[in-house]
Structure formats: structure tokens, C-alpha cells
T-cell receptor
Framework: DAGITQSPRHKVTETGTPVTLRCHQT?????MYWYRQDPGHGLRLIHY???????DKGEVSDGYSVSRSKTEDFLLTLESATSSQTSVYFC???????????FGPGTRLTVL | SQQGEEDPQALSIQEGENATMNCSYK?????LQWYRQNSGRGLVHLIL?????REKHSGRLRVTLDTSKKSSSLLITASRAADTASYFC??????????FGKGNQVVVIP
């Protein structure tokens, strides 16, 4: 399995609080991605990174920000969590653009 | 965005039977990928087929790609209970991105 971990694995928080999810890789892959997965919507891209300090928005980026200060870590921050952000969040990594992606185990986030 | 669409969306078969699912996409691609997701887990990459390939095999998996019809199929032969999962196709779009279909739920009955 690709060396990719996510933390925390489960989190319950309240509306209005900031939340940060961490993705950590040991593969030295250039590309890192954050997705959310919701019933009926499949997997949707939130943000991705194509290098240290290089990020771009995905299709559902509103309310989310990201940072990548080193190759191995990609952080996703919900600036002020809302109930609509209750979801399962997956991080993925890739060595080559738009090629095979390796997924982390996911973080289940519940916003009350 | 370009998004693969899997068909059928849900499939229930007996162990030992073959399972076939299809994926259609909208614009030109240079590769198409299939992923599996077991309940509560992350997606696992199964196979990637490039636009200049028509068929590819990996163990009990067979993938075809028809770029003229903008479609792909995934065949799982001699299915096992462990094949019970959701299967997604994914295609590149924009810069550095993959668009995933909504998934195809396969249940293999022992």
C-alpha cells in the first residue's frame, strides 16, 4: 500500500468551529488531492496541490482552504464548519499528473 | 467537468459469475482508470488503460476502451464475495485532475 495516512480518522465538531485535516505521505509524490464523498454525489475534488506551496481549487472549494509547506503534508482547513460539510474526506497522491492516484483511508467528519 | 458515468449503477450476482460494468465519458482522454472501494475504505486503483490501448488484463480483471464510442467496460471474471464493492471509473480533465463517476455497486452473493 502507498504510504499515505490521514488524521484524524473521525471527528465530530460544532457549527462555526475551524477544523484542520491532515494528509501525510511517505512516497515523495508531487501531486496531492483532497476529495469529499457524499451519497449521490460520488467523489468531488475540493483542492489539489502540484508542488510545495502550489495549490489550485477544485469544483467544491468554497469554505475550504489548503496549505502545503512541505512535500509530505497537505492540510485541509474548514474555516468555519457548517453542517453541509459533514462528509467523508479522502486524500490522494499521485506521482504523475492525471495518472494513478493512491488514496488514504479517509476522515469521517460530522458537523453538528 | 468531464465525468465518467458507470452503468449499471447496481449489480447483484452469484459467486462464480462474471460481472460487467460500463463507463461512458464526454471528451477526448489519454487514459481511463478503474478503482474499487470497499465499504468504509479508501479507493484502490485497479487498472489504467491508455487511449492507444483497446484491451488490458490484470488477474481476473479485463478492461476495454472504445475511444470512438467514448466508453469503457470492466469485466470481473469468476467473481468472489470479496469483490463486493463499489467500482468507479475516472478520466483526466483540466489541469492535473481526475473526474470520477458516481460509482457502480456490485454485490456478490456467496
Amino acid at each position: 500500500d502507498a504510504g499515505i495516512t490521514q488524521s484524524p480518522r473521525h471527528k465530530v465538531t460544532e457549527t462555526g468551529t475551524p477544523v484542520t485535516l491532515r494528509c501525510h505521505q511517505t512516497e515523495n509524490h508531487r501531486y496531492m488531492y483532497w476529495y469529499r464523498q457524499d451519497p449521490g454525489h460520488g467523489l468531488r475534488l475540493i483542492h489539489y496541490s502540484y508542488g510545495v506551496k502550489d495549490t489550485d481549487k477544485g469544483e467544491v472549494s468554497d469554505g475550504y482552504s489548503v496549505s502545503r509547506s512541505k512535500t509530505e503534508d497537505f492540510l485541509l482547513t474548514l474555516e468555519s464548519a457548517t453542517s453541509s460539510q459533514t462528509s467523508v474526506y479522502f486524500c490522494a497522491i499521485s506521482a504523475v499528473s492525471a495518472d494513478t492516484q493512491y488514496f488514504g483511508p479517509g476522515t469521517r467528519l460530522t458537523v453538528l | 467537468s468531464q465525468q465518467g458515468e458507470e452503468d449499471p449503477q447496481a449489480l447483484s450476482i452469484q459467486e462464480g459469475e462474471n460481472a460487467t460494468m460500463n463507463c461512458s465519458y464526454k471528451t477526448s482522454i489519454n487514459n481511463l482508470q478503474w478503482y474499487r472501494q470497499n465499504s468504509g475504505r479508501g479507493l484502490v486503483h485497479l487498472i489504467l488503460i491508455r487511449s492507444n490501448e483497446r484491451e488490458k488484463h490484470s488477474g481476473r480483471l479485463r478492461v476495454t476502451l472504445d475511444t470512438s464510442k467514448k466508453s469503457s467496460s470492466l469485466l470481473i471474471t469468476a467473481s468472489r464475495a470479496a469483490d463486493t464493492a463499489s467500482y468507479f471509473c475516472a478520466t483526466p480533465y483540466g489541469n492535473n485532475r481526475l473526474a470520477f463517476g458516481k460509482g457502480n455497486q456490485v454485490v456478490v452473493i456467496p
